[in-house]
């Protein structure tokens, strides 16, 4: 240890270079490719020698602190996008000088989501700011037409140089900027090419400084990595106020929004937008995406309640159970877990003596909707035990609740809001986990197998308790 100080201590009085992490800011004397700290590769970087840190003094005060409840808090106040399911997510819309950072894969409807917001805005009498650093103004052009986004009050701008865009603003002084995308302008003042660590901070943090002192609106559309994460460095989500991620299958119309970081509302929301030829639009009841319509009931299927932060949504889940001699059955899945179908399986053969040892299985979600949520377990189980068995669950039913490998029915949260939504959907029935007290003691209703007890909620949803998945299959036609 006293070696490794000694050479540290050398290295610093001989002036020899110290490098630096882009993301982080951890420092070292010599370079290497990985962060120490962060570990992000490519990141470190000449910094110079170190030096010791400049002290700061004291200056005069323009504005005196006041006591919290006389803040005016008029300009925090959010102004509709005009898009409903956006200003949900939001938090009731935009706020004046607010920095929104929209992130998702390419194609999945970012541009065409806030090319909408942007002439939406401009139709209310509010001066916007459409810069295009990735097409042609023809090119936006050309969509804004298809998905009827025209407005003499929106402005369109290709550019590519942080100069000329703040030269846009300065000319145009806009209520609304929006910025597609924040990874494809570069700052000619900064060393490097567009995209990398130094210029996305360069960049984003001119423009959310522009937006603070003119009280202007940005929305800055974000790329993403292969992994899902925004590319550009971390400090990129802590700068601006709100990160909104895109989510959906490239496959499928449906796009969820949802909001990760919110200063000015809940990160617990999402809002459902339905992507078509002609534009995106919001989806109030996107229930109907998630359903088959069928007059009658068919082996191997499920219907669920998941929770989206607050917001409940119906789901059905599709299962295929078929006999198999390979000594490897296979596993697919899309829309559910892999891992959790896998234990799914397990169980049902452990416990509920459903023949899922030698069958290979394939579960999928119906309208492309990902069900991540272990009270999605109950449907999942249901629907392949169907297929196994070749019996299906009664038409107008719904199944919620999470399975242990004990074979035991868990509770889950926001469960009255499920049985909600499933009532007013016009389900008759739901297949819920036992409460606590009546798991523990074993509970039966009369006549019922396995710890099945039947109560009836509201006027038209009956409410069947299941302490384990043994009394959860038993409910499926004609084993009851």
């Known amino acids: ?34 962060c120490g700290e962060c570990q992000a590769w490519g990141t470190v970087v000449e910094a110079g020698a170190p030096t010791a840190a400049p002290r700061t003094a004291a200056s005069s005060v323009s504005t005196p602190a006041l006591p919290i409840a006389q803040v005016d808090a008029q300009s925090a106040q959010a102004r509709t996008t005009g898009v409903e399911e956006l200003d949900r997510v939001l ?36 001066r916007v700011l459409y810069v295009s650093a990735e097409e042609s103004a023809a090119q936006v052009r050309l969509r804004a037409e298809r998905i009827g986004a025209l407005s003499d009050d929106l402005l369109l701008a290709a550019e590519t140089d942080l100069g000329t865009v703040l030269g846009h603003v300065e000319a145009g002084a806009p209520d609304l900027l929006v910025v597609d995308s924040v990874q494809t302008v570069a700052s000619a003042e900064i060393d490097g090419g567009a995209g990398n660590v130094t210029q996305v901070r360069e960049v984003a943090g001119t ?20 992994d899902g994460s925004i590319a550009g460095p971390r400090v990129l989500e802590h700068l601006v106020d709100v990160v909104v991620g895109f989510e959906g299958d490239r496959h499928s119309r449906l796009r969820l929004v949802r909001a990760i970081k919110n200063r000015y509302g809940p990160t617990d929301e999402i809002g459902c937008f339905d992507l078509t030829d002609t534009g995106i639009s919001g989806l109030a009841d996107p229930s109907v995406l ?9 082996p ?16 059905e889940v599709q299962a295929l159970v078929s006999p198999t001699g390979a000594p490897s059955p296979r596993r697919t899945t899309s829309g559910v877990d892999s891992a959790r179908t896998a234990m799914l399986l397990a169980v049902l053969d452990r416990h509920a003596r459903v023949p899922t040892r030698q069958a ?85 209703g009369p006549g019922r197998p396995g710890g099945l007890r039947v109560e009836a909620v509201g006027e038209g949803l009956r409410v069947v308790e299941v302490a384990d998945i043994r009394a959860a299959v038993a409910h499926l036609s004609h084993r009851r």
């Open 290 to 298: 998630f359903l088959s319509s069928r007059d009658s009931a068919v």
């Open 91 to 126: 938090g009731g819309g935009l706020v004046d000088g607010a920095v929104v950072l929209f992130a998702g894969e390419p194609g999945i409807g970012k541009s065409t989501l806030l090319l909408d917001v942007a002439a939406r805005t401009a139709r209310s009498g509010r």
């Open 1 to 34: 240890m006293a070696t490794r100080t000694a050479a540290r201590t050398s290295s610093r009085a001989s002036g020899r270079p110290a490098y630096r992490c882009s993301e982080c800011g951890w420092s070292t004397v010599k370079w290497v490719g990985r």
């Open 300 to 315: 191997g299927t499920a219907v669920t309640v998941t929770l989206e932060g607050r917001r409940p949504l119906v789901a």
């Open 360 to 444: 290979d299985c394939y579960a999928s979600t119906v309208g492309g909707v990902r069900l991540s949520e272990p009270a999605a377990d109950l449907s999942v189980a249901l629907a392949i035990a169907g297929s196994a068995l070749d019996t299906a669950l009664p038409l107008g039913t719904i199944a919620v609740g999470e399975v242990g490998l004990a074979g035991e029915i868990r509770p889950v949260t926001g469960l009255p809001r499920r049985l909600a939504e499933a009532e007013r959907l016009g389900f008759r029935t739901a297949i819920v986990p036992a409460s606590p007290e009546r798991a523990r003691s074993g509970a039966r």
């Open 207 to 226: 423009l959310i400084r522009a937006a603070k002192a003119r009280n202007m609106s940005t929305l800055l559309v974000g790329h993403v990595t292969k």
